[in-house]
């Protein structure tokens, strides 16, 4: 079992639709991490989170750290946001500086 | 603005040839990592450094070589390329500590024929 899951792994969603991606992990954290990955792009961190919830411009991320949980939330959806979202954690086993990742979600936002 | 700067973005080589991926990056960062990204696979460690000429294995370090001689540069190395490195590679940075967050430079998709 991957230690960070993601689902859904792909999701398809038309302009000005409300999303949601999901990340659980099974291990103790120190931070989670949204990514973006534009088409053939380089990786761009969205949010870095311990606790609650961020918010920036459009995207919230929230965490649950007792349930393991963290979602990534799109209001307005456009197409510009197709991309590969990815969690990572910062696991805190044995005091790693090092991420875990999960395999990604690819959106698609049709307009 | 801050960044991290892989040196090319699209690379083709033969195999056997030795390989260098060069990543530089501004922010006086301690930490710096390997990544490399296949579908289906997602982002795995190749190699990570936390200091000038320290480096630590990561998940699938068998193949690559690093070298950080000075901090702001982080070199890998194909010692001897093969088709299965074929691959996105990426470099980030850190800084020290768990609450930092990481900067990721814009990947190199390397062919090796």
């Known amino acids: 079992k991957n230690e960070v899951e993601q689902s859904p792994q792909n999701l398809t969603a038309q302009e000005g639709e409300f999303i949601t991606i999901n990340c659980s992990y099974s291990v103790g954290i120190s931070a989670l991490h949204w990514l973006q990955q534009h088409p053939g792009g380089g990786i761009v961190s969205l949010f870095m989170?311990?606790?609650g919830k961020k918010k920036h411009g459009r995207l919230i991320a929230t965490i649950n750290i007792q349930e393991k949980h963290s979602s990534l939330h799109i209001t307005a959806s456009h197409p510009r946001d197709s991309a590969v979202y990815i969690c990572?954690?910062?696991?805190?086993?044995?005091?790693?500086?090092?991420?875990?990742f999960g395999k990604g979600m690819k959106l698609t936002v049709n307009p | 603005d801050v960044k991290v700067t892989q040196s090319s973005r699209y690379l083709v080589k033969r195999t056997g040839e030795k390989v260098f991926l060069e990543c530089v990056q501004d922010m006086d960062h301690e930490n710096m990592f390997w990544y490399r990204q296949d579908p289906g696979l997602g982002l795995r460690l190749i190699y990570f450094?936390?200091?000038?000429?320290?480096?630590e294995k990561g998940d699938i370090p068998e193949g690559y070589s690093v070298s950080r001689e000075k901090k702001e540069r982080f070199s890998l190395i194909l010692e001897s390329a093969s088709t299965n490195q074929t691959s996105m590679y990426l470099c980030a940075s850190a800084r020290g500590g768990p609450s930092y967050g990481y900067t990721f430079g814009s990947g190199t998709r390397l062919t090796v024929v």
């Open positions: 990572a954690v910062r696991d805190t086993q044995g005091g790693s500086e090092k991420l875990v």
């Open positions: 450094s936390y200091d000038v000429k320290m480096k």
């Open positions: 989170l311990s606790s």
